[in-house]
Nanobody, 118 residues
Framework: QVQLVESGGGLVQPGGSLRLSCAAPGSIFSAYRMGWYRQAPGKERKWVARITGGGSTDYADSVKGRFTISRDNAKNTVYLQMDSLRPEDAAVYYC????????????WGQGTQVTVSS
């Protein structure tokens, strides 16, 4: 079973920063688009950001300009740098690996909690 291992969640004050990490098996990391989703209590899971193998990035409007997704190919790890955090950013954040051509081939991490509160 493919494991995506997330880390870096926690409690931060509004306006603060956190960096999430997601480590993936090399065979997945090199072939799949990597991304982040989030799910707040009682709400649907929503896409946040993604990065292709070539490094192209895309963001949800709600985080554009505040979040940065990046990848370290040597470490098979994708990061989500979250700055200027707002209470509405609080959620469980999930790492996702999506095959670029086969929609049915994807994997999820276990999720990491981000809490934004004073």
């Amino acid at each position: 079973q493919v494991q995506l291992v997330e880390s870096g969640g926690g409690l931060v004050q509004p306006g603060g920063s956190l960096r999430l990490s997601c480590a993936a098996p090399g065979s997945i990391f090199s072939a799949y688009r990597m991304g982040w989703y989030r799910q707040a209590p009682g709400k649907e899971r929503k896409w946040v950001a993604r990065i292709t193998g070539g490094g192209s990035t895309d963001y949800a409007d709600s985080v554009k300009g505040r979040f940065t997704i990046s990848r370290d190919n040597a470490k098979n790890t994708v990061y989500l740098q979250m700055d200027s955090l707002r209470p509405e950013d609080a959620a469980v954040y999930y790492c996702n690996a999506q095959h670029p051509f086969y929609a049915a081939s994807y994997f999820w991490g276990q999720g990491t909690q981000v809490t934004v509160s004073s």
